[in-house]
């Protein structure tokens, strides 16, 4: 199984890691996605020229939650990454809903806003990012893990995210409880440490081009 990939974007580490949850080995293409030829050939599977960009037997998913989903489904020795009961799977659906439509979108706009536009985050980009993170904090305040009492996609998805902003050195310390959480969610994830090496390292490089 293929997956065109960059370390540096959260959706790809969200994909890298349920993968490694789940003891998956993928075919890895690592690709620069804004290089002209790179979106030609990624062109070819996914008309969006998007990663992560996952490809098996033919079979070509993109968005990093519907792989996620797929690779649960289909390679989770149990249920316990993406719950079948209704009422469980329904919070962590409305967390992943919550990482795609405000915590993710309020850190990359932040981030970007610093690194891309080399422009102070106005007023209502702080207000939002502090208000999702305000949000994760009482999700987290009221369990162990963002949907359920154990690990789920939900929390690899949302981890990603506040990862992005640990690139920054954004203070967390008014969010003991995401602070706490992030530690209990990177306990479970095989060679972590490893991981957030390379990404640490990689993602200094491309600052470093931009």
């Given at each position: 199984m293929?997956?065109?990939?960059?370390?540096?974007s959260p959706p790809c580490q969200t994909v890298l890691l349920v993968g490694k949850k789940l003891g998956i080995t993928f075919d890895l293409k690592e690709v620069n996605p804004h290089l002209p030829e790179v979106r030609e050939e990624l062109?070819?599977?996914n008309p969006q020229h998007t990663i992560p960009?996952?490809?098996?037997?033919?079979?070509?998913?993109?968005?990093?939650?519907?792989?996620?989903?797929?690779?649960?489904?289909?390679?989770?020795?149990d249920d316990t990454l993406y719950p079948k009961d209704a009422k469980?799977?329904?919070?962590?659906?409305?967390?992943?809903?919550?990482?795609?439509?405000v915590m993710f979108?309020?850190?990359?706009?932040?981030?970007?806003?610093?690194?891309?536009?080399?422009?102070?985050?106005?007023d209502e980009m702080v207000q939002k990012?502090?208000?999702?993170?305000?949000?994760?904090?009482?999700?987290v305040q009221e369990r162990s893990f963002v949907a359920a009492d154990h690990l789920t996609i939900a929390d690899i998805c949302l981890l990603s995210s506040v990862t992005l902003l640990g690139g920054l050195k954004y203070d967390l310390e008014p969010y003991p409880s995401i602070r706490a959480w992030v530690g209990?969610?990177?306990?479970?994830?095989?060679?972590?440490?490893?991981?957030?090496?390379?990404?640490?390292e990689k993602s200094l490089e491309y600052i470093k081009t931009l």
């Open positions: 293929e997956l065109y990939f960059n370390i540096v062109r070819k599977y960009t996952f490809i098996e037997d033919g079979h070509v998913i993109w968005e990093s939650y519907a792989i996620a989903i797929y690779l649960v489904e289909k390679y989770g020795k469980v799977r329904s919070v962590v659906n409305q967390r992943l809903f919550f990482d795609n439509g979108r309020s850190a990359i706009e932040y981030v970007e806003c610093i690194l891309k536009k080399k422009l102070e985050p106005t990012l502090k208000k999702s993170l305000g949000l994760l904090e009482s999700f209990r969610v990177t306990a479970e994830l095989p060679d972590y440490a490893e991981f957030h090496k390379e990404l640490l």
